[in-house]
């Protein structure tokens, strides 16, 4: 099955630590993507990744930060510098095939920081 | 600011209705629009999506209106089933290489019997 995966579904962490986030695609994909949804505010972009070893900031990357090791793997991981960790984190892939325009999204980390 | 404003932000509709969902948006530079679904605790499905070069795309009971001078789209759901109770983004693409989404802020559905 192709698809995206994201591990774990639901996270608890202390205030003042640092938690790292999975994503792993199957699709072939060149792109990925990190969001974060809270209630009312839709999804706000906080990192993407076109290539390999590249990765650009988004709308709200402050407190957070990526890597992009493998085109499969896009890992997120939530700093003690970020001030209201608690949301749905989602992670997308796309293909950079021209005219294919569509973002795959993954089923989502529930993340609670208390 | 919000580059995709969508309203209602909550819609409550009976069986059979049409719902109707509406999407507003200023950069002319955005060259696709796709409309999301998501049930609770998913990630988004793609359900539908439009180019602005047409201004219907209907697929099943799904119709996306684009008006491009107003810079306005919709997404009606004809004959709205219960099945259909779903949170949905519209999002819009920068006509860059990067790919970017630009997403509104959800509308709630609720398909009452």
């Known amino acids: 099955d192709g698809g995206i995966t994201q591990s774990p579904k639901y996270l608890f962490r202390k205030e003042g630590q640092n938690v790292t986030l999975s994503c792993e695609q199957n699709?072939?994909?060149?792109?990925m993507y990190w969001y974060r949804q809270d209630p009312g505010q839709g999804l706000r972009l906080i990192y993407y990744?076109?290539?390999?070893?590249?990765?650009q900031k988004g709308d709200i990357a402050e407190g957070y930060s990526v890597s992009r090791e493998k085109k499969e793997s896009f890992p997120l991981t939530v700093t003690s510098a970020q001030k209201n960790p608690t949301a749905f984190y989602l992670c997308?892939?796309?293909?950079?095939?021209?005219?294919?325009?569509?973002?795959?999204f993954g089923p989502g980390t529930r993340l609670t920081v208390t | 600011q919000q580059q995709v404003k969508q309203s209602p932000q909550s819609l409550i509709v009976q069986k059979g209705g049409i719902s109707i969902i509406n999407c507003a948006y200023e950069?002319?530079?955005?060259?696709?629009f796709p409309w999301y679904q998501q049930f609770p605790g998913k990630g988004p499905a793609l359900l539908i999506a439009?180019?602005?070069?047409?201004s219907e795309k209907k697929e099943g009971r799904f119709t996306i209106s684009f008006n491009k001078s107003a810079k306005q789209f919709s997404l009606h759901i004809m004959d709205s089933q219960p099945g259909d109770s779903a949170t949905y983004f519209c999002?819009?693409?920068?006509?860059?290489?990067?790919?970017?989404?630009?997403f509104g802020t959800g509308t709630r559905l609720t398909v009452i019997p």
């Open positions: 699709l072939n994909h060149d792109a």
């Open positions: 439009i180019r602005p070069d047409v």
């Open positions: 999002a819009a693409r920068s006509g860059s290489w990067a790919n970017n989404l630009f």
């Open positions: 950069n002319t530079a955005f060259d696709y």
């Open positions: 990744s076109q290539i390999v070893n590249d990765f």
């Open positions: 997308a892939s796309s293909s950079r095939q021209a005219g294919s325009y569509e973002q795959y």
